[in-house]
């Protein structure tokens, strides 16, 4: 996450308002069961949109438009 600093984003996971950031994994072998919609890859947690409540990766979660580090985004793609 380039745009957000270190410390800034340590608060945001140990507050609870991101999900951890998983390492991605191509498939659900290795116990990455939710895919990101965005960028494909499996994760053992997502963030929740609110709009629809789709898994958005800690790694494409603040891209999203209405990101309001409350764990849930409205997506507008």
């Not at 609870?16 to 494909?40: K, R, W």
């Not at 947690?45 to 409350?70: D, E, Q």
């Amino acid at each position: 996450l380039p745009d957000l600093d270190a410390g800034r984003l340590h608060r945001l996971i140990r507050s609870s308002d991101l999900a951890v950031c998983f390492n991605a994994a191509e498939d659900t072998g290795d116990g990455q069961t939710e895919e990101c919609p965005i960028c494909f890859y499996f994760y053992p947690s997502l963030n929740r949109s609110k709009c629809c409540g789709k898994g958005i990766c800690t790694g494409n979660f603040p891209c999203s438009h209405a990101f309001s580090f409350s764990n849930t985004a409205i997506l507008h793609y």
